[in-house]
């Protein structure tokens, strides 16, 4: 169900949060479902247990997961719609981080835009359950 990709220059804990929010937003998570185990998910996205912990803890900062202890982490609520003001600031960092990465392999502003359209128009297509290598 949760995919990642570690070619992006999105952090992984980032794109667990982001995966996590688009499951609930989509229904495939409702209120009060049970989120896979810190373990068993690092496990299955081979990934270390700490990065799925920030996921947890920075979903669970922002009211959209609790932890019960000795229980689990279940989904606490929907994010409001039109409530994904930080999406925005988050897609900005990640942009000019890329930009940023690009411009140390000199890679110039027509290049930069190729590779942007271009994952434009296949992004998402090629994914898979785990990490993409």
């Known amino acids: 169900m949760i995919r990642v990709d570690a070619t992006s220059f999105v ?13 609930v ?4 998570l409702k209120v009060h479902d049970p989120l896979p185990s810190i373990r068993d998910l690092a496990a299955e996205l081979i990934v270390n247990p ?12 922002d009211g959209l997961v609790s932890a019960l202890k000795g229980r689990g982490s279940f989904v606490a609520r929907r994010p409001e719609p039109g409530a994904d ?3 925005r600031a988050h897609l900005v960092r990640v942009m000019d ?7 140390k392999f000199g890679l110039g502003e027509g290049d930069i835009r190729a590779v942007f359209e271009e994952r434009l128009r296949v ?5 898979k359950i785990g990490r993409q290598a």
């Open 50 to 61: 700490n990065t799925v912990a920030r996921a947890y803890r920075e979903l669970e900062q």
């Open 123 to 127: 992004g998402g297509d090629n994914k």
């Open 85 to 87: 003001k930080g999406v």
């Open 11 to 23: 952090p992984i804990y980032e794109q667990i949060k982001k995966e996590i929010l688009r499951l």
């Open 25 to 28: 937003a989509t229904g495939r």
């Open 97 to 103: 981080e890329a930009v940023t990465e690009a411009r």
